[in-house]
Each structure stands twice: as structure tokens, then as C-alpha cells.
């Protein structure tokens, strides 16, 4: 029987298989984050110069982190807006990057859209366009997001005009 099928006997969604899946996996893996996670979340976000505004609206269903013991090491977000994802709130602490926990935190986001059937992925940034770029992300407008994302705190102001706008179309 397919995982799909599987899944959808037990009641359970890929999304939250996958959940189950990842909670037992090692600690430098990627976890769904939890309500508790929002302190250390929005501190880490800060400490990397990222917006604040608008995580708590999907926080933390959006949400993935990555911990060590009880600290918090990385965490990104991906907001669904109709057929797209709005990737979002990438961050890693100092002492770790280079690890590649950003890397496995988006490679996670991304195969999760992949599965929930998302068509494409947008973010914003003004510090990091060549590492999304390495990642498979291409140049886009602004204007090419969905409208609702479009008037996402992120697209509204969190992030200035002058913030680059990059797509990935999933397969």
C-alpha cells in the first residue's frame, strides 16, 4: 500500500506523518516547532536582523527548527498562500553557521510544499540572494507572488522595496 494511502487509513496528513517521522529523528535534524520555541525563535530572529512582524501569524504550524539539548540553533518558516509558499524567517546562530543547518531546514520546507502540493516558493531578502540562488531559487518580481502574499507582512513592509524577490518552482 502507498505511504499516501497509508496516511489517510490512520487519519493522519503527510504533513503530520512527517512530524512524526522527523520527531524521532536526531537533534540536528529538522523538528516542527512548538509554541514553546517562540521566545528563543523571535530572539534568534533578531540576533540575524530578520523581521519579526507577522511570524506570530503562523507561528508555529509554519515553523521548523533545529535544537541542540534545550537551545535553539536555526529555524525557518514557510507560509502556504494558495499554490505558493512564502519562505521565510531563515535563520542560524552564529556559533553554528556553515553547518548546513540553513540548507537542511529549506531542503525540508521545500520537499514538505513539494508534498502539500505548492507550485512555487518566494522569499524576500537583502542580505542573502546568492546562498537561495545556490539553492536552486532564481530572480523574480515582486509582482509575480500571489496577490495575498503580496499583502503578507513580509511583502507589506517587514522587508524594504529594496529586499530581492527570488522564486523556486517545485517540481
Known amino acids: 500500500m502507498e505511504r499516501e494511502d497509508l496516511c489517510a487509513q490512520a487519519g493522519v496528513s503527510l504533513h503530520s506523518k512527517r512530524q512524526m517521522e522527523t520527531r524521532r529523528s536526531k537533534s540536528s535534524e ?60 531563515v535563520a542560524v546562530a552564529s556559533h553554528v553557521r556553515g553547518a548546513g543547518f540553513g540548507k537542511a531546514l529549506v531542503e525540508n520546507l521545500l520537499d514538505d510544499a513539494g508534498e502539500r502540493g505548492l507550485r512555487q516558493v518566494f522569499l524576500l531578502t537583502t542580505t542573502a540572494a546568492d546562498y537561495f540562488r545556490k539553492l536552486g531559487f532564481i530572480d523574480a518580481h515582486r509582482e509575480e507572488a500571489p496577490a495575498e502574499m503580496r499583502r503578507s507582512p513580509e511583502f507589506s513592509g517587514a522587508c524594504p522595496s529594496s529586499a530581492v524577490c527570488l522564486k523556486k518552482i517545485l517540481p
Not at 534568534?44 to 527548527?65: M, N, Q, T
Not at 494558495?82 to 519562505?87: E, F, P, S, V
Open 30 to 89: 529538522p523538528l516542527p516547532a512548538t509554541v514553546e520555541d517562540r521566545p528563543a525563535v523571535l530572539s534568534l530572529l533578531r540576533e540575524s536582523g530578520l523581521p519579526i512582524e507577522g511570524v506570530a501569524d503562523h507561528f508555529p504550524d509554519a515553523y521548523v527548527v533545529i535544537r541542540e539539548g534545550k537551545g535553539l540553533l536555526a529555524v525557518a518558516g514557510l507560509e502556504p498562500y494558495g499554490d505558493a509558499g512564502l519562505l521565510r524567517s
